[in-house]
């Protein structure tokens, strides 16, 4: 849920209620600098599909949803903490609150990180899910300028075992500005998490040997704490991309088209390095620091997707790293799935 004022939450939640009566999934909510067409919300939501897609192949579709709330992490009326379906969980966005007063922790940015961290870990050990099983991570920070701050906090987090450290494993990731949280928060931090098991009638025993498969390719900017795109089986998932050359490091030069026009060079070059193409992308997901240019990044997306535009979600932030004018990230369709390598 992002909302153009964080104050018009409480009327977002008397509406949401009478939409969720029963089950409530996860949820972030985040107050951002602008929305589309002046809106003063704008909601998008992520559904189970237990039929599959295999061609002429349905799948049982009974597959049925886990949901956990456990008390060692903060709990809310309108959201559940974790939803797992096939082959994902979902984690409702952590605010740095202690569950234990269902208060804010004191200290500043380095504080509230941590314990969002935490709080993200309680709910996956409640379910005994190791803490490197997360593919992506999504960090919305109050000030932008808190991001290093962030790093410091999020490397003592990643890599968690010992097998992930031998890799140098991190999630994929995107750092969102907004312009205001939840309780006045600095920073709230999501994460989607393989789910190897899956979720009955699919048995446990079908999983094993499901790998996550974490690339980097030289073709596009490489970040110390975060890998370009982790695959899980049916999905991949790509760090957000800013408007980086990566043979320079350096921002490109000229405008928002060719900042736009960059951000997607730089995401087409990961899924080509992964043997996968722009077509195979369903979901993009692009973040403006000037809401007006959305008519110019869409002259440069269309050259990207010629033959129909997968899911989208636009929204304007108050800044972006690098100082950059747009950011966009994805979620690519797998359709080999990820099974052990020989």
């Known amino acids: 849920v992002f909302v153009n004022n964080i104050k018009d939450l409480d009327v977002v ?12 999934p996860t949820q972030t909510k ?18 189970s599909h237990g039929e599959g897609t295999i061609p002429n192949a349905p799948q049982s579709g009974d597959l049925i949803k886990l949901t956990n709330n ?23 966005a952590q605010l740095p609150i202690d569950p234990k007063s269902g208060r804010l922790v004191e200290g500043g940015v380095k ?29 919305f920070l109050k000030n932008l300028s808190d991001n290093e701050a962030v790093n410091e906090v999020y490397t003592t987090f990643f890599p968690d075992s010992a097998i992930a450290r031998a890799v140098a494993y991190f999630p994929a990731r995107t750092t969102v500005a907004a312009s205001a949280l939840p309780m006045d928060a600095l920073v709230q931090i999501e994460a989607v998490v393989s789910h190897g098991d899956g979720t009955p009638p699919q048995l446990v025993e079908d999983r094993h040997g499901l790998i996550t498969e974490a690339n980097n390719t ?12 982790v695959a899980f089986s049916h999905y991949n998932h790509i760090s957000a991309q ?26 087409k070059a990961i899924i080509e390095s992964v043997d996968h193409v722009m077509e195979d992308v369903v979901k993009v997901n692009i973040f403006l620091t000037n809401i007006e240019d959305i008519d110019a990044v869409d002259e440069i997306y269309t050259i990207f997707f010629p033959n129909g535009a997968p899911a989208r979600r636009t929204v304007g932030v108050s800044a972006l790293l690098k100082d950059a004018l747009v950011q966009i990230d994805a979620v690519v369709s797998n359709a080999e799935g990820t099974p052990p390598t020989a």
């Not at 456990?70 to 979902?90: E, R």
């Not at 309680?122 to 593919?135: M, N, Q």
């Not at 030069?253 to 995401?267: D, F, M, S, W």
């Open 70 to 92: 456990t008390s060692n992490a903060p709990t809310s009326a309108l959201s559940t903490q974790a939803v797992a379906f096939s082959h994902y969980n979902n984690l409702s």
């Open 218 to 229: 030289v073709n596009a900017p490489k970040d110390a704490l975060s890998t370009q795109t």
């Open 111 to 139: 504080e509230q990180t941590a314990q969002c961290l935490k709080n993200v870990k309680a709910i996956l050990e409640s379910i005994d899910v190791p803490f490197d099983d997360i593919v992506k991570i999504n960090v």
């Open 13 to 24: 939640d008397e509406v949401y209620k009478t939409f969720f009566p029963t089950y409530v």
């Open 30 to 47: 985040v107050a951002v600098a602008a929305l589309p067409m002046d809106a003063l919300v704008q909601i998008e939501a992520l559904l």
């Open 242 to 267: 800013l408007p980086l050359d990566p043979k320079t490091g350096n921002k490109v030069a000229g405008g928002v088209k060719e900042q736009a026009g960059q951000c997607l060079k730089n995401i």
